[in-house]
């Protein structure tokens, strides 16, 4: 039960702002990794075929991995059906189209990025500077909000492209990725 | 308090319940705007918990255009705020509100700031940067078994954001007629979960000067964390005082002085996540604080606090809770002719231990809390302090909550120790007139016991509603206690008329009430809030006292209600208006008022921020003691970098 810890943790009564625009972080960010998808163009051999699914990788990250399949339980991504599998080792990861890096995987950030070199697979992670690591897309909170910070070369190295609406709304655009 | 624990399980057991299907539907745009919190402060910590809890967020701290923390408590029920100096406040809960008003415990951080000098809260040198406020938890009632003694009638929690939120710079200026602030804070991430933040911030409000700095760091790993933080300030008030020295049988003169303040401290704390739901949680601070009076006295005093909770392994039904702590204050007095305290040094020691179950009456539905805090202080020895409470979720939308407490109130230095002459101005007396008040150490702990009930219910994502009911039933409430005058002839010098009193629990009594909140948020952009207090007080000199005491029953208002709206607007502009009435409190000088406030906030570009606020629209007021609260209108620039 670690949400029974952290509130313990606390020491403190039970919060909330019982406002309907906040939500937890790893919400929002599950929400960020799914909307991304429609936001970023894929070589067309990422995918075999027209009944090919949509793949996102979790690793390090439980929370989002779950908040993201309630998310896409009933939705589609361009109209191909989306598959959200939880990574535990470096070689489940597989090709799949997002690869999401948890803080609890940071320390296997390098590896995990590695096994996708080459591949046309959207990198997002949330770790403070992430991008200067090698991610294409970070997810920080900063003044309680969810930002991102986003490489667009690094991602077109992998022939994929960011659409300038996400560009336009990022927090920093890398230019030197 | 159990409530953590409660709403612990709750929250893990309703957690699946959450709006996670609606983000999907929304722009990047708008996922940019959400603000986020940690799982723990997810609504349904609010909601399940058994007892009138009420937040202040930040957003609301900031849309209000709020910037001292009595003004950011006018947004929770119940509270009673009244402003009684350029830079003074009478604040209490469930009455009893006065400039000395000693019913409350207040937290910043969990550092208590409580002064044991007189068991009340010098609220002009409780000053944080706001912006980096996290939220302000209200608790209406008393929480003395988690908390310990003087968590009476009331429980306020200031909390700021870890540092790991607050990177980045941020400039804050603001700005009306006689009260200006300016801050400055920088915060830096080191990477893997640690992060430090410094500020300073400055503000002048008419004769008042005040600066303060400080520092925090957190860093986590795996399965514990740890902050370490301080703050260091210095302020002072130009005025008039009374001089230093008199002789009885004349009147003091005056002369110009200032009151000069000062303080520093540091906390650390560590929290370790055990796993299967144990855990534990290691608090120190260490707390100075200054204050010279001009003609009054001087306190310095230096607090030295320890503290350990925890959490075992939930067994079965049963959750079981844990905590001990001790406390050492230490202080220092400069006594004057007017106010002596005897001894002028004095250590104090609280120790306390406590202990709570939470058991699952029906999975899921039914919680009862039981536990109780033993403390034991130098004032009174050894003190219980029990509490007993039930949760009853009927459904995932409502619940309803009721609790048996009782709480002490310890006496403070002020009504052991000191002897305060006071000159009393009496037109056309033939001689000089004085009231002598003599302090008792055999007076013994004020007592409370209280039951509450509680309904919260909501209706989709739009509609909530709590409602809270008390009964408190008092006794030895502490008063002072005139005896007949005396006419001194036989000194040297003129002869002179003086009252004798004494500090004794010679009041008892009961107060009952309740407190309304309803929100109602029709689109995410709108949300409209409706808040009511009732307090009714019922007090009486206990049998062979014949005091002024319960006149402090007219210190309260009967009724208080506001109406706020929340609205963010396109183009990046918020709005907010704000009414609220206050009954009058005819022992305090208060008819009492409606006002208004207004403030409008704009952001022109991602990290600049303008803001225009109105406050007392409607004219001047009073609110306790005569001292009269104008309009005015502050501008306010906030610039992150």
């Known amino acids: ?177 | 308090m159990s409530i953590t624990i409660l709403s612990a399980a709750v929250a893990a057991a309703v957690a699946a319940s959450t709006v996670v299907d609606d983000l999907g539907d929304l722009s990047l745009e708008q996922l940019t705007q959400i603000q986020v919190v940690t799982p723990s402060k997810r609504f349904e910590a609010l909601f399940d918990t058994p007892a009138s809890v009420h937040v202040i967020t930040a957003a609301d701290i900031r849309r209000a255009g709020v910037r001292s923390i009595p003004d950011a408590l006018r947004l929770a029920p119940g509270v009673e705020v009244a402003r009684d100096g350029h830079d003074s406040w009478s604040i209490s809960i469930r009455g009893f509100n006065n400039d000395l008003a000693n019913k409350l415990l207040v937290l910043i951080d969990g550092r208590s700031v409580y002064s044991p000098l007189y068991a009340g809260v010098f609220w002009d040198v409780q000053n944080v940067m706001i912006e980096d406020i996290d939220r302000i938890e209200v608790i209406n009632g008393p929480g003395g078994t988690m908390w310990g003694a003087n968590a009476v009638n009331g429980v306020i929690n200031i909390i700021t954001r870890p540092a790991t939120e607050t990177t980045g710079g941020l400039v804050s200026l603001s700005g009306d007629d006689p009260w200006n602030v300016a801050a400055l804070r920088y915060g830096h991430s080191f990477g893997n979960g640690a992060a430090s933040r410094v500020y300073v911030r400055y503000f002048e409000r008419d004769a008042r000067q005040h600066g303060q700095g400080g520092f925090r760091i957190d860093a986590a790993s795996d399965a514990s964390r740890h902050t370490f933080q301080g703050d260091v300030y210095r302020g002072s008030t130009q005025g008039i005082f009374r001089d230093d020295e008199f002789a009885l049988g004349e009147m003091p003169g005056e002369s110009p002085g200032s009151i000069e303040l000062g303080g520093h401290n540091l906390l650390y704390r560590w929290t370790l996540d055990q796993g299967d739901g144990a855990s534990l949680r290691v608090r120190a601070f260490y707390d100075h604080t200054r204050r010279e009076i001009p003609g009054t006295f001087a306190e310095r005093r230096d607090t030295f606090d320890l503290d350990v909770q925890g959490a075992l392994t939930p067994r079965g039904r049963h959750l079981f809770q844990w905590g001990a702590g001790a406390r050492l204050t230490r202080d220092d007095i400069d006594n004057t002719s007017f106010a002596a305290f005897d001894p002028a040094s004095r250590s104090a020691l609280t120790l306390n231990v406590y202990a709570q179950n939470t058991i699952t009456v029906r999975p899921e539905s039914v919680f009862l809390t039981v536990g109780t805090k033993l403390e034991r202080n130098d004032y009174t020895d050894f003190e219980w302090q029990p509490q007993a409470r039930l949760a009853w979720h009927q459904s995932e939308r409502s619940m309803a909550w009721f609790a048996v407490s009782q709480a002490v109130r310890v006496p403070a230095r002020l009504e052991t120790d000191i002897t305060v002459t006071a000159p009393v101005p009496v037109p056309d007396a033939p001689f000089p007139f004085y009231v002598r008040v003599v302090g008792d150490r055999s007076i013994a702990a004020e007592e409370l016991t209280a039951f509450e009930a509680g309904y919260r219910f909501r209706v989709g994502a739009s509609w909530t509603l709590d409602a809270s009911l008390f009964r408190h039933e008092y006794d030895n409430l502490i008063v002072t206690a005139a005896t007949d005058p005396i006419v001194v002839t036989d000194q040297p010098g003129s002869p002179y008329l003086i009252i004798p009193a004494t500090l004794a629990n010679g009041m008892q009594g009961s107060g009952q009430g309740g407190t309304l909140a309803a929100n109602w948020s029709p689109t995410p952009a709108w949300r409209v809030q409706f808040h009511y207090a009732h307090i009714d007080l019922d007090l009486e000199n206990r049998p062979g006292f014949d005091t002024g005491g319960p006149d402090v029953a007219r210190n309260s208002p009967r009724n208080q209600y506001a109406l706020r709206v929340f609205a963010d607007l396109r183009n990046n502009v918020s709005v907010y208006a704000g009414w609220r009435h206050v009954d009058a409190l005819p022992n305090a000088g208060s008819p009492g008022y409606d006002t208004g406030n207004f403030s409008v906030r704009w952001m022109p570009r991602d990290r600049l921020e303008l803001a225009l606020t109105a406050h007392n629209l409607g004219g001047d007021h009073v609110e306790f003691g005569g001292y009269e609260v104008e309009p005015t209108v502050t501008g306010t620039l906030v610039w992150r970098f």
């Open chain 1, 1 to 177: 039960m670690p949400l029974l810890a952290a509130i313990v943790l606390m020491a403190a009564p039970g919060d909330a702002g019982g406002q309907p625009l906040t939500a937890g972080e790893d919400e929002v960010k599950a929400a960020f990794v799914y909307r991304f998808g429609s936001f970023v163009e894929w070589p067309p051999a990422a995918f075999p075929d027209d009944a090919s699914p949509f793949e996102i990788a979790i690793a390090g990250s439980d929370e989002v991995a779950a908040h993201l399949k309630t998310l896409t339980e009933a939705r589609t991504m361009n109209g191909r059906a989306v598959v959200v599998r939880r990574v535990e080792r470096v070689e489940d990861v597989g090709r799949p189209h997002v690869l999401f890096v948890g803080r609890a995987a940071r320390r296997a950030f390098a590896s995990l990025v590695g096994s996708v070199a080459g591949s046309p697979v959207l990198v997002i992670t949330e770790i403070e500077n992430g991008v200067a690591q090698g991610s294409m897309i970070d997810l920080v909170v900063d003044a309680e909000r969810v930002r991102f910070d986003v490489a667009p070369d690094a991602a077109a190295a992998q022939e994929l492209k960011i659409s300038s609406r996400v560009l336009a709304i990022a927090r920093r655009v890398s230019k030197d990725g």
